[in-house]
T-cell receptor, first 112, second 112 residues
Framework: DQQVKQNSPSLSVQEGRISILNCDYT??????FLWYKKYPAEGPTFLIS?????DKNEDGRFTVFLNKSAKHLSLHIVPSQPGDSAVYFC???????????FGKGTRLSVIA | ETGVTQTPRHLVMGMTNKKSLKCEQHLGHNAMYWYKQSAKKPLELMFV???????ENNSVPSRFSPECPNSSHLFLHLHTLQPEDSALYLC???????????FGPGTRLTVT
């Protein structure tokens, strides 16, 4: 049973607009969440993370929001750029050096 | 070189072959991971090593045999694989106790 779910396999957004990628999780013990970006023929690249003690973390055009009561997090990219077109993976982990649990990914296409 | 490197980038092997995948990290990390990514599935954790000791084996068949001679190098030895083992194999590293993992570009394996 999947503990981290990304229910939208794909998303298309126009350049300059906001991209919102969503992720849901089932394990309330997760305390750290990460977003990775993956281009074809490359490994995933760490993008941004958030601890469960926060509800928002911002880094440039990227903001991650965490809603613990809903077990939901989202990644906002604004403004979206064509170079943002990639597959985005949500991941979660428990306290300490525990393995990451990944979602299936959402393919974002930013259209010029 | 910097980051996490993997060789070979592509590998085609028959079911009776023996081959090895290599991963090297230049980030000073002391935890290393093998993941498998099959089409339309989340990244699946295979093995975890902390300070050269295997700390997790995620029910991986014995035809996959990991080796971690030191904190910078990780191998995955392959023997009598099945066609369903065809996938992208990703290596990652992190600080022990750290959440952020850094991935290599992966080895695209095809078993014929």
């Amino acid at each position: 049973d999947q503990q981290v779910k990304q229910n939208s396999p794909s998303l298309s957004v126009q350049e300059g607009r906001i991209s919102i990628l969503n992720c849901d999780y089932t394990n309330s013990m997760f305390d750290y969440f990460l977003w990775y970006k993956k281009y074809p023929a490359e490994g995933p690249t760490f993008l941004i993370s958030i601890s469960s003690i926060k509800d928002k973390n911002e880094d440039g055009r990227f903001t991650v929001f965490l809603n613990k009561s809903a077990k939901h997090l989202s990644l906002h990219i604004v403004p979206s750029q064509p170079g943002d077109s990639a597959v985005y993976f949500c991941a979660a982990s428990l306290t300490g050096n525990t393995p990451l649990v990944f979602g299936k990914g959402t393919r974002l296409s930013v259209i010029a | 070189e910097t980051g996490v490197t993997q060789t070979p980038r592509h590998l085609v092997m028959g079911m009776t072959n023996k081959k090895s995948l290599k991963c090297e990290q230049h980030l000073g990390h002391n935890a290393m991971y093998w993941y498998k990514q099959s089409a339309k599935k989340p990244l699946e954790l295979m093995f975890v090593y902390n300070f050269k000791e295997q700390t997790e084996n995620n029910s991986v068949p014995s035809r996959f045999s990991p080796e971690c001679p030191n904190s910078s190098h990780l191998f995955l030895h392959l023997h009598t694989l099945q066609p369903e083992d065809s996938a992208l194999y990703l290596c990652a590293s992190s600080h022990a106790g750290g959440h952020e993992q850094y991935f290599g570009p992966g080895t695209r394996l095809t078993v014929t």
